[in-house]
């Protein structure tokens, strides 16, 4: 498993399950694709780069391949197409991830309208048509889940990217109301909120010794979160041991904020 090694029940019901995220092939994405192949599911994901080394990887270590298209998610024709096409080649998708983000720091003074308008669409606009576009094939197979990432730097009031925590606090809103419409469906929509995960574009641009020290002194558990702490929260609420759990917001962030 990506950074330390974790032990994650097996859970049955996702062994063969279609599975789609969004951003699965860095960072955080990446632990959830390798947790997925490890449940025995059939999972794709989409991003930018190219994946193509780390499909590599995740077939030699688990010996099962995810299915890789390349797609800005910005780009909601394009993401509606690979959807389309993960449905045609694995089945209608049972467990959809939208994961894919961008924390990016800015000021408040410096953001444009265009700025402000791509922020969005990156961070909260395509949860919502990838939603839009799985649903009906959730419905016809008799139910689904649906796991959106926010973050708990909107909860924390955290400043420095305010164009991100807004669109952050909007997930946990859309997340609710798609859990309200789409529950007589049995489709159920729930909020993952990390922490501050080490991953490589963590610690490349943002990670100092005093302030990671300083953000440990607000955990409850002393250690770094790294990708693989998130995994095992994710497979729990893509999984039927969550079944009656929607319209929640669970947060993995090793006890910073406080919820309830």
Not at 126 to 152: E, L, R
Not at 172 to 195: C, K, Q, Y
């Amino acid at each position: 498993m990506t950074d330390t090694p974790a032990a994650h029940p097996v859970f049955p019901d996702l062994k063969g399950a279609s599975v789609f995220l969004s951003g699965g092939g860095s960072g955080i994405g990446a632990a959830l694709t390798e947790g997925f192949l490890r449940q025995g599911a059939q999972v794709a994901f989409v991003q930018r780069s190219d994946a193509t080394a780390f499909c590599d990887r995740m077939e030699a270590e688990t010996g099962a391949r995810p299915l890789f298209l390349p797609c800005d998610v910005t780009d909601i024709p394009a993401l509606r197409q690979a959807l389309a096409e993960v449905a045609e080649r694995q089945g209608p998708i049972r467990v959809l991830v939208n994961a894919a983000a961008h924390d990016d720091r800015h000021t408040t003074a410096e953001v444009t309208e265009d700025y402000w308008d791509r922020a969005q669409a990156v961070n909260l606009k395509h949860y919502f048509f990838a939603a839009q576009a799985v649903i009906p094939g959730m419905k016809a197979a008799g139910g689904g889940s649906i796991v959106n990432f926010s973050s708990i730097s909107y909860m924390m009031g955290n400043a420095g990217y305010p164009a991100y925590t807004t669109a952050n606090s909007g997930i946990n809103g859309l997340t609710r109301s798609l859990a309200r419409e789409f529950g007589p469906d049995r489709i159920r929509v729930n909020a993952l909120a990390p922490g501050w995960v080490l991953t490589e574009r963590q610690k490349e641009l943002w990670v100092t010794e005093d302030g990671l020290q300083a953000h440990l002194d607000r955990q409850c558990l002393k250690e770094a979160l790294v990708p693989a702490d998130i995994v095992g929260g994710v497979l729990f609420l893509a999984s039927e041991a969550s079944r009656m759990m929607t319209g929640q917001a669970l947060v993995i962030d090793g006890g910073v904020v406080v919820t309830g």
